[in-house]
Nanobody, 122 residues
Framework: QVQLVESGGGLVQAGGSLRLSCVAS????????MGWLRQAPGKEREFVAV????????YYTDSVKGRFTISRDNAKNTVYLQMNNLKPEDTAVYYC???????????????WGQGTQVTVSS
């Protein structure tokens, strides 16, 4: 019912920056909460960031605090993830996701994007 299209991934050197974008369509009124998750090689998918509908409340996993910023533009049905001071350990496939409720770092997402590759070299 909700479709998510991501863009902005790529290859960067350590210390560089990337900005990921995700455009939502479909029954977005049932998925007001937006977030980002990632899956590194050989690891399970993990929570990265989440933002409520108004954009006034955000939560991040500890490893990205101070470096990543999640934001949204409801007029464009778009959520962003600004990633600064990237580290090799940030290398992963990043997924945009939506949820009905907002439970901070414990938010249960119900729709996912196709994923976009982010690779950070030393």
């Amino acid at each position: 019912q909700v479709q998510l299209v991501e863009s902005g991934g790529g290859l960067v050197q350590a210390g560089g920056s990337l900005r990921l974008s995700c455009v939502a369509s479909g029954h977005t009124n049932r998925s007001p909460t937006m977030g980002w998750l990632r899956q590194a090689p050989g690891k399970e998918r993990e929570f990265v960031a989440v933002i409520n509908w108004s954009g006034g409340t955000t939560y991040y996993t500890d490893s990205v605090k101070g470096r990543f910023t999640i934001s949204r533009d409801n007029a464009k049905n778009t959520v962003y993830l600004q990633m600064n001071n990237l580290k090799p350990e940030d290398t992963a496939v990043y997924y945009c996701a939506t949820a009905l409720g907002f439970l901070g770092t414990m938010t249960k997402f119900n729709y996912w994007g196709q994923g976009t590759q982010v690779t950070v070299s030393s």
